[in-house]
């Protein structure tokens, strides 16, 4: 997939599940739906990143991008459900995204 059309799927679906968590609280129907739609957009998108030619510490960090978003898809099968523990599925996977966007940052580019 292209990089420039990566992004912008990558930016689409982070504004469609943080709306989707968000009208969740609303009770809306369509809300579910949203963040589903964006759980598994940013699953492709983690998915389809290419790891060729990354050293062993930054593959790592990919797994847990791809781990973060099965998380996301598995707390919209339970936001569809109507169950809560999809708000700690959620938070484990924003833990994870957290922590890529922190140590990743010193990887090849910047050594």
């Known amino acids: 997939m292209n990089s420039?059309?990566?992004?912008?799927?990558?930016?689409v679906s982070?504004?469609?599940?943080?709306?989707?968590?968000?009208?969740?609280?609303?009770?809306?129907?369509v809300a579910p739906y949203l963040f589903a739609v964006g759980a598994a957009g940013i699953t492709v998108c983690y998915l389809t990143e290419s790891v060729v030619g990354l050293d062993f510490?930054?593959?790592?960090?990919?797994?847990?991008n791809v781990l973060s978003g099965l998380l996301m898809i598995a707390a919209s099968a339970f936001m569809f459900k109507g169950?809560?523990?999809?708000?700690?599925?959620?938070?484990?996977?924003?833990?994870?995204?957290?922590?890529?966007?922190?140590?990743?940052?010193?990887?090849?580019?910047?050594?």
């Not at 420039?4 to 930016?11: G, N, S």
């Not at 930054?58 to 797994?63: D, E, V, Y």
């Open 4 to 11: 420039q059309i990566r992004t912008y799927l990558f930016t």
């Open 14 to 29: 982070a504004i469609l599940l943080l709306g989707g968590a968000v009208l969740y609280l609303t009770q809306w129907f």
């Open 57 to 64: 510490r930054q593959k790592r960090l990919h797994r847990f």
């Open 83 to 111: 169950k809560m523990e999809w708000v700690i599925l959620l938070a484990i996977s924003a833990i994870f995204q957290t922590y890529v966007a922190f140590v990743g940052g010193k990887g090849k580019n910047n050594s």
